[in-house]
């Protein structure tokens, strides 16, 4: 099984760190402004997909499980819980794990979807994570402020012509988080009996785990999306693999020639090699 460990610096793996953050930035107003530019700055990198989203693009994204520990001293930690799982440490101690299967890009890479005039070429059918942006339903609402807050490069309008869309720690245009939030609460049952499943058989997941619980800079583990095929059941892998592979195909091509991506290369020729035999099935 491919498990991985990856150190990223933009997108989703920025969002990822938010969650794992043990103080979130405090807001200092009570009402905040923003509206997106459209610049697409944003749409390179990890993007963390409900199951359901995951599925939906397995013929344009490279996918991936990514496992991300949060400590019990951190306020995500129990919606992290309700989301994830929790693992038992030595010495009483837990730790909270999320498990996202996430569109696995290099940072540097533009999301398949984003065009050319840096638009989404899929707005109309674009996944629930990019519906929500700003916000971030992995997070409970009261800690949304520093979501708010522009990555460096972003060009997000974040100035008083902008309509105010957060304001006493509440999400104002609430439509889109509700409805993330409401597939990663119906989905959670699922992952977790997956992630079970693994911890149980892949002792080098767990150990995995454990070490990035002691040390979070370590980083998240990457762990082959093919795993996870088993467990939902009403997918035909078939279909899924047939979808997959000349994306992982692709993307092998892509990242070959920069050592800097050799992880990402890895990945998906390991990824690859685990569904070539469902691409032959009739
Ligand atoms: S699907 Fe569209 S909005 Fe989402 S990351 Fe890709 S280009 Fe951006
Ligand atoms: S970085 Fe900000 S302005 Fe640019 S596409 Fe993303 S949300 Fe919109």
């Known amino acids: 099984m491919p498990v991985g460990l990856a150190r990223n610096t933009k997108n ?9 953050a043990r103080q979130p930035v405090k807001a200092t107003v009570t ?3 923003f509206a997106c530019t459209r610049c697409g700055k944003c749409c390179y990198g990890w993007l ?10 397995a013929g344009r994204f490279p996918l991936a499980m990514v496992w991300t520990t949060v400590p019990e001293a951190s306020r995500a930690f129990e919606l992290t819980a309700q989301l994830g799982m929790t693992v038992a440490l030595p010495k009483r101690k837990r730790v909270a794990v999320l498990i996202a299967p996430t569109a696995y890009l290099p940072p540097s890479f533009p999301c398949p979807a984003l065009s050319s005039e840096n638009q989404c070429a899929i707005h109309a059918d674009k996944p629930l994570r990019c519906r929500s942006m700003p916000f971030y339903p992995y997070r409970r609402e009261t800690d949304q402020a ?3 807050v522009p990555r460096k490069g972003w060009v997000c309008d974040t100035s008083a012509n902008a309509p105010v869309v957060y304001q006493n720690h509440k999400i104002l245009e609430r439509d889109d988080f509700d409805r993330e939030r409401a597939a990663l609460v119906e989905q959670a049952p699922m992952l977790r009996a997956y992630a079970e499943t693994i911890l149980k058989h892949y002792p080098a997941v767990m150990a995995r785990v454990q070490k990035t619980a002691q040390n979070p800079a370590t980083g998240s583990i990457v762990v082959g999306f093919w ?18 592979h000349p994306v992982l195909i692709e993307f092998i091509s892509r990242t070959a020639a920069t050592s800097m991506l050799a992880n990402y290369h890895k990945y998906y020729q390991e990824s690859a090699a685990e569904l070539a035999w469902f691409t032959k099935q009739a």
Do not use: G, Y
């Open 146 to 148: 520093d979501m708010l």
């Open 31 to 33: 009402a905040q402004h």
């Open 12 to 20: 989703a793996a920025e969002w990822f760190e938010s969650v794992t």
């Open 227 to 244: 795993s996870f095929l088993r467990h939902h059941r009403t997918e035909d892998p078939v279909k899924f693999a047939k979808a997959q």
């Open 48 to 57: 963390p997909l409900t199951i359901a989203d995951a599925f939906a693009n």
